[in-house]
């Protein structure tokens, strides 16, 4: 990939105040159930900060929270037939279009290791192993409750995924946005990094989903970092104390947009210039689970994206 030749101008001013949905959810045989979480809305930092010019170098990719179970059924008594889940086959077949990370869930985190293993787990095995064949970068799901939940349960959760998902990294969801937290979440990033061993060989990779912007010391524990996961396609001014972290880890949410094929290219494009690094927008989510399947427009999601990103070529 050569560096591109595209600028994008962001003007840091000050951050709004926002509130963390958070993408937490368990997905079962039957349903997937993924209740919203609100994070205790808190002020962030209200200092300017100057017109910075950044170069573009690196692709635009998604993550998707793949919450649905691997596998669908059908009919029932003899005639009841199990298939490939089509959310988890299409996430597989355009992943060589757009880089694409999936976080998986299995039950509100990952259900235990088993031997022989569970149908459950077999089943995420199984669907790990099919995204990963397809190119698809896994991330396993645990919650936080905002800093508040045990720390050895958090650790339980990512040995689990280590030792018996295969999966690349850690989406930590229900994250908190303030600093005093920051050994909380620096300690459990540094679980995931001693514990997941990716078979690419690549180093694990660690996602976490504030849903707003945080304190640059939260940040800096992650990868990536979702910035926003809201019912809007609003774009918050990035606060002056991120301004040392880099637009390509912020990732960006977007659920329940109605009119998601009439706004979906300029939201994408907007997000493109701003330098955002991995995106989601769905129409998933009025009423029901957000995440328990796919956009209806998710193709046309992923040809966009693919067309931003021919202009770094």
Same mark, same amino acid.
């Given at each position: 990939m050569h560096e591109t030749r595209f600028l994008?101008?962001?003007?840091l001013v000050a951050s709004m105040l926002l509130s963390a949905c958070g993408g937490g959810g368990a997905s079962t045989a039957v349903t997937a159930a993924s209740p919203a979480n609100a994070q205790p809305a808190t002020a962030a930092p209200t200092t300017q900060?100057?017109?910075? *010019?950044?170069?573009?170098?690196? &692709?635009m990719g998604v993550l998707i929270p793949l919450y649905g179970y691997p596998l669908v059924s059908s009919g029932s008594g003899p005639t009841r037939t199990t298939s490939p889940n089509p959310a988890w086959t299409t996430v597989a *077949?355009?992943?060589?279009?757009? &880089?694409?990370?999936?976080?998986v869930n299995p039950s509100n985190g990952p259900v235990a290791c088993a031997t022989p293993p569970s149908a459950t787990l077999s089943a995420f095995q199984q669907?790990?192993?099919?995204?990963h064949q397809a190119g698809v970068t896994v991330l396993g799901y645990v919650h936080t409750l905002y800093g508040q939940r045990d720390p050895a349960l958090v650790s339980q959760d990512v040995q689990t995924y280590a030792?018996?998902?295969?999966?690349?990294?850690?989406?930590?969801?229900?994250?908190?946005n303030q600093a005093g937290l920051a050994a909380y979440y620096?300690?459990?990033a540094a679980v995931v990094r001693q514990n997941i061993l990716p078979a690419s060989g690549k180093s694990a990779l660690v996602a976490i989903n504030p849903g707003t912007y945080p304190a640059l010391s939260i940040a800096n524990a992650a990868d990536i970092t979702?910035?926003?996961e809201s019912t809007d396609l609003n774009l918050s001014p990035v606060p002056l104390a991120l301004s040392s972290y880099a637009p390509s880890k912020f990732a960006y949410l977007a659920l329940g947009i109605g009119n998601l094929p009439q706004t979906q290219t300029a939201a994408l494009t907007r997000l493109f210039q701003q330098g955002v690094g991995f995106v989601d927008l769905t129409d998933q989510g009025n009423g029901t689970d957000p995440w328990a399947n796919l956009s209806t427009d998710y193709s046309s999601l992923i040809q966009t994206i693919q067309t931003l990103n021919q202009t770094l070529n």
């Amino acid at each position: 990939m050569h560096e591109t030749r595209f600028l994008w101008v962001a003007a840091l001013v000050a951050s709004m105040l926002l509130s963390a949905c958070g993408g937490g959810g368990a997905s079962t045989a039957v349903t997937a159930a993924s209740p919203a979480n609100a994070q205790p809305a808190t002020a962030a930092p209200t200092t300017q900060s100057p017109t910075v *010019a950044l170069q573009r170098i690196t &692709p635009m990719g998604v993550l998707i929270p793949l919450y649905g179970y691997p596998l669908v059924s059908s009919g029932s008594g003899p005639t009841r037939t199990t298939s490939p889940n089509p959310a988890w086959t299409t996430v597989a *077949a355009n992943a060589a279009l757009v &880089p694409t990370i999936a976080v998986v869930n299995p039950s509100n985190g990952p259900v235990a290791c088993a031997t022989p293993p569970s149908a459950t787990l077999s089943a995420f095995q199984q669907g790990i192993a099919q995204l990963h064949q397809a190119g698809v970068t896994v991330l396993g799901y645990v919650h936080t409750l905002y800093g508040q939940r045990d720390p050895a349960l958090v650790s339980q959760d990512v040995q689990t995924y280590a030792q018996c998902y295969g999966v690349d990294g850690v989406f930590f969801d229900e994250v908190s946005n303030q600093a005093g937290l920051a050994a909380y979440y620096s300690a459990a990033a540094a679980v995931v990094r001693q514990n997941i061993l990716p078979a690419s060989g690549k180093s694990a990779l660690v996602a976490i989903n504030p849903g707003t912007y945080p304190a640059l010391s939260i940040a800096n524990a992650a990868d990536i970092t979702v910035m926003h996961e809201s019912t809007d396609l609003n774009l918050s001014p990035v606060p002056l104390a991120l301004s040392s972290y880099a637009p390509s880890k912020f990732a960006y949410l977007a659920l329940g947009i109605g009119n998601l094929p009439q706004t979906q290219t300029a939201a994408l494009t907007r997000l493109f210039q701003q330098g955002v690094g991995f995106v989601d927008l769905t129409d998933q989510g009025n009423g029901t689970d957000p995440w328990a399947n796919l956009s209806t427009d998710y193709s046309s999601l992923i040809q966009t994206i693919q067309t931003l990103n021919q202009t770094l070529n």
